[in-house]
């Protein structure tokens, strides 16, 4: 957006501030997975269904948000988010019982996904125009990565100095809750009664789009196709490739976790910025995203075949790392050239997410099967190339729906008339 001064500056902030809490604070049971195990006296079992407490409301709510993020302003959308997060979170410090920690995290599931994850993209979209929207998604998923680091190694002082695991994750999560109640305060003083528009988004929110209309629209269905093989490639490769190092190129645990600091952190917050700069040097940005398929694609047949070379593998491991995050944090960018109107954003992105994300369900259990079978044959190499060759087939079918993008932008560049500068469309594009 032109004039992005101090007033957007912090809006932008407290937008990634609040994606990044939301999608760190629930999580904290895996980063310290023994120490809350120990604390709350749970089960792995209990863990687990704490995990798909969370997973499913996260799925049901995406259309909810949508919904929610064309009738309510980003202003009470983002507070309301940040007070319940703080409240939630000073709760999870405050009791050990089952039943509320499940409670807590439907809860944690809701305000995640209805209240925040729609009225995050919204805003983020509406703080960008047409050129820089990559730079913008891009930046905001950086800063989501500095953010989450930051609050990391603070979490790791504080488990560290304490004398107890009990009481280190009671501290923990009191100084999240703190957090997320700074960040509540500085939302109340910066984030405008009324959502941000640029000047081209005048007309277009007049325009009222219902469920049907962005069903309708071409570019939400490439839209979802594109998203939804790049957040696989992400998505499985980020939770597979440390156990690789491990299980097949047997280096050991302590520098399996270095490996996946770098690739959990350092690579995010490159693959966020060079990735926006990247996408935005595309006049179709369907390109850029067939030659990040490509790339993977490419890493992934060679990974196939330089086990026998350990350093190889885990520089090939690292680049599809980085090529992925570049996908992931770019890929809602391509909503305008989809054809998708800044005022369908809010519904557009509930129904994308809860679609996309679908296979968020399934990739888990057929993943873990083919390791499992593999381990019990006694040859875990063949289940990780299991895994590496699906993710093949996730890249190809990525380039195909990457190809579907350019041809849509193509079509719709060939259908704008000289006066479409001065009028955006106000009509649902089908």
């Not at 959308?77 to 409240?87: E, G, H, N, R």
């Not at 930046?139 to 504080?158: C, D, K, N, P, Y």
Request: proline share 2%; glycine share 8%; hydrophobic share 55%.
């Amino acid at each position: 957006m032109k004039n992005f001064g101090f007033k957007n500056a912090m809006v932008f902030l407290i937008l990634s501030a609040t994606v990044a809490l939301a999608y760190q604070l629930p999580f904290l049971r895996f980063t310290f997975y023994d120490q809350f195990a120990a604390a709350y006296q749970l089960s792995n079992t209990q863990i687990g269904v704490l995990a798909s407490a969370l997973n499913l409301t996260y799925t049901f709510c995406y259309p909810i948000g949508g919904w929610m993020a064309d009738r309510f302003s980003m202003r009470s959308m983002i507070s309301t988010t940040l007070a319940a997060y703080a409240v939630l979170t000073f709760a999870f410090a405050m009791t050990t019982n089952f039943t509320a920690l499940l409670i807590i995290h439907f809860l944690y599931g809701f305000f995640g996904i209805a209240t925040l994850w729609s009225a995050y993209l919204k805003g983020i979209r509406n703080l960008a125009n047409e050129d820089n929207q990559s730079k913008m998604f891009g930046g905001s998923e950086a800063l989501r990565g500095v953010i989450q680091t930051l609050m990391g190694f603070a979490f790791l002082a504080i488990v560290g100095l304490a004398a107890t695991p009990a009481a280190g994750m009671k501290v923990l999560f009191i100084f999240g809750a703190g957090v997320c109640a700074l960040f509540f305060v500085l939302a109340l003083f910066f984030l405008p009664k009324t959502d941000i528009k640029h000047e081209a988004q005048a007309v277009v929110d007049e325009t009222k789009y219902s469920v049907m209309d962005v069903l309708k629209n071409k570019g939400v269905w490439i839209t979802i196709l594109v998203i939804m093989f790049a957040y696989l490639t992400w998505a499985i490769g980020n939770a597979y490739m440390t156990t690789y190092t491990v299980q097949v190129l047997n280096i050991s645990t302590t520098t399996a976790s270095a490996i996946g600091i770098v690739r959990s952190y350092i690579i995010v917050l490159l693959a966020g910025v060079i990735g926006g700069f990247f996408m935005d040097k595309f006049t179709y940005k369907g390109k850029g995203f067939m030659i990040a398929f490509g790339a993977i694609a490419a890493a992934l047949v060679a990974l196939l075949f330089s086990a026998k070379v350990i350093a190889i593998s885990i520089i090939l491991t690292l680049v599809i790392a980085f090529i992925a995050n570049i996908m992931k944090s770019t890929y809602w960018s391509i909503m305008d050239q989809a054809g998708i109107p800044v005022g369908m954003t809010g519904m557009a992105t509930g129904i994308i997410s809860f679609i996309a994300f679908i296979p968020d369900v399934f990739y888990g259990l057929i993943c873990g099967k083919w390791l499992d079978d593999a381990k019990a044959a006694g040859d875990i190499a063949t289940g990780f190339n299991q895994i590496f060759i699906l993710l093949i087939i996730c890249a190809i079918l990525g380039i195909g729906s990457s190809l579907l993008l350019v041809k849509r932008t193509n079509d719709l560049k060939n259908m704008e008339s000289p006066s479409s500068d001065l009028k955006p469309e106000t009509t649902p594009v089908s």
